[in-house]
């Protein structure tokens, strides 16, 4: 069992930039792959990033390559999204995940462990 916790989301005028923390306790971190993914209100939830269980290897969303840099701590158990040049369109609940493949994949349905979320919020 893998317990997910995010933190660092809020409200932020468009342009810019926020970084989302993802403290994970429980089995240990650096066997999982990691993501992020976000769900605004009456839309799917949306694949943002991933990472391998090293770090070694991620993967973005179309939406959001080139502004969103997802990485990780495993000595200290957490995995960060940093997000720049944020738009209103980012507006969602942002949730990260773990699965147990330790790889940076964007299907939703190989996570096995969602956090709670944490609502992040854009403004124009």
């Known amino acids: 069992q893998v317990q997910l916790v995010e933190s660092g989301g809020g409200l932020v005028q468009a342009g810019g930039s926020l970084r989302l923390s993802c403290a994970a306790s429980?089995?240990?971190?650096?066997?999982?792959?990691m993501g992020w993914f976000r769900q605004a209100p009456g839309k799917e939830r949306e694949f943002v990033a991933a990472?391998?269980?090293?770090?070694?290897?991620?993967y973005y969303g179309d939406s959001v390559k080139g502004r969103f840099t997802i990485s990780r701590d495993n000595a200290k158990n957490t995995v960060f999204l940093q997000m720049n040049i944020l738009k209103p369109e980012d507006t969602a609940v942002y949730y990260c995940?773990?699965?147990?493949?330790?790889?940076?994949?964007?299907?939703?349905?190989?996570?096995?462990?969602w956090g709670q979320g944490t609502q992040v919020t854009v403004s124009s």
């Open positions: 429980g089995r240990t971190f650096s066997n999982y792959g």
């Open positions: 990472s391998s269980r090293s770090g070694g290897n991620t």
């Open positions: 995940a773990a699965n147990e493949y330790g790889l940076a994949v964007p299907a939703h349905i190989h996570y096995k462990y």
